[in-house]
């Protein structure tokens, strides 16, 4: 069994920052990308921000140079600085993570539960 588990999300003023983290847990052998998607009301999910074992990262472009995202290996840890917040910025974010639980595991998708985060004054 694995779980994400997403933390840091809530209420912020437009221009704001928060820090969002998800930790792994579980029957996990490998951990390859890990990522941040956000889903606003009547939108299709979208991704925001991935991160490679290695540390190579990809952003959206409506979040580059506003939002950090970075990971402790060594936690299974993968987390979402955001500054200079916009209310555009309102969803629910949620925690990805490519990752195979065996050492002849497949790797597989696994999802947070997700975290509301609101930007408004």
């Known amino acids: 069994q694995v779980q994400l588990v997403e933390s840091g999300g809530g209420l912020v003023q437009p221009g704001g920052s928060l820090r969002l983290s998800c930790a792994a847990s579980g029957s996990i052998f490998s951990i390859n990308a890990m990522g941040w998607y956000r889903q606003a009301p009547g939108k299709q999910r979208e991704l925001v921000a991935v991160i490679t074992s290695g540390g190579s990262t990809n952003y959206a472009d409506s979040v580059k140079g506003r939002f950090t995202i970075s990971r402790d290996n060594a936690k299974n840890t993968v987390y979402l600085q955001m500054n200079s917040l916009k209310p555009e910025d309102t969803a629910v974010y949620y925690c990805?993570?490519?990752?195979?639980?065996?050492?002849?595991?497949?790797?597989?998708?696994?999802w947070g539960q997700g975290t509301q985060v609101t930007v408004s004054s």
């Open positions: 990805n993570a490519d990752l195979a639980t065996g050492w002849a595991s497949k790797p597989n998708d696994y």
